[in-house]
T-cell receptor, first 116, second 114 residues
């Protein structure tokens, strides 16, 4: 069985602070994919990143960066110089690879509030 | 650029009533999904349609039925609503029928069953 744990239920930071959202996953498979989705107050989930289990390179996209560490089964997300527009619920998710696999397992989400 | 469109956005039902949630995507995607989101929980898959003409159960299918009307449309039906089905429902689509595909979500339907 797969499991995704986002231990931080809610985080509040002051604008321009850096913040890291933690994601720890469990799977017995060696081939899998990890995702982060953002759910702003409008409600619609938006895809942020997908990473496969064979690619442990960290990724940076503007103020966003992701740290994937298989040794600790973690896929953490850092926002640098946070802005009010970053306020949202962020979900980490895990799925197995291959045809016929449709189960995307979501964590419970971390609500980030960026205070001006 | 409509993407994934869900209707209605809000709905209140009485226990035992039936209703259908509608979903349409204009991205020519093959696969479509219905998820539910409950407070303090992640999203859980109700049903999915890997391609036109096929539907399969997800993690929490009980009390629901689906219809893949055509490539664009995927509806979710509650035959006899129960308070436990109070939730926010999201429709999503992906280009290919693989779970590792990027999902595009609709804006959600907030359903309350009294």
């Amino acid at each position: 069985a797969q499991k995704v744990t986002q231990a931080q239920t809610e985080i509040s930071v002051v604008e321009k602070e850096d913040v890291t959202l933690d994601c720890v996953y469990e799977t017995r498979d060696t081939t899998y994919y990890l995702f982060w989705y953002k759910q702003p107050p409008s409600g619609e989930l938006v895809f942020l990143i997908r990473r496969n289990s064979f690619d442990e390179q960290n990724e940076i996209s503007g103020r966003y960066s992701w740290n994937f560490q298989k040794s600790t089964s973690s896929f953490n997300f850092t926002i640098t110089a946070s802005q009010v527009v970053d306020s949202a619920v962020y979900f980490c998710a895990l799925t197995l690879s291959g045809a016929g696999s449709y189960q995307l397992t979501f964590g419970k989400g971390t609500k980030l509030s960026v205070i001006p | 650029n409509a993407g994934v469109t869900q209707t209605p956005k809000f709905q209140v039902l009485k226990t035992g009533q039936s209703m259908t949630l509608q979903c349409a995507q204009d991205m020519n995607h093959n696969s479509m999904y219905w998820y539910r989101q409950d407070p303090g929980m992640g999203l859980r898959l109700i049903y999915y349609s890997a391609s036109e003409g096929t539907t399969d159960k997800g993690e929490v299918p009980n009390g629901y039925n689906v219809s893949r009307l055509n490539k664009r449309e995927f509806s979710l039906r509650l035959e006899s609503a129960a308070p436990s089905q109070t939730s926010v429902y999201f429709c999503a689509s992906s280009e290919r029928p693989l779970a590792n595909e990027k999902l595009f979500f609709g804006s959600g339907t907030q359903l309350s069953v009294l």
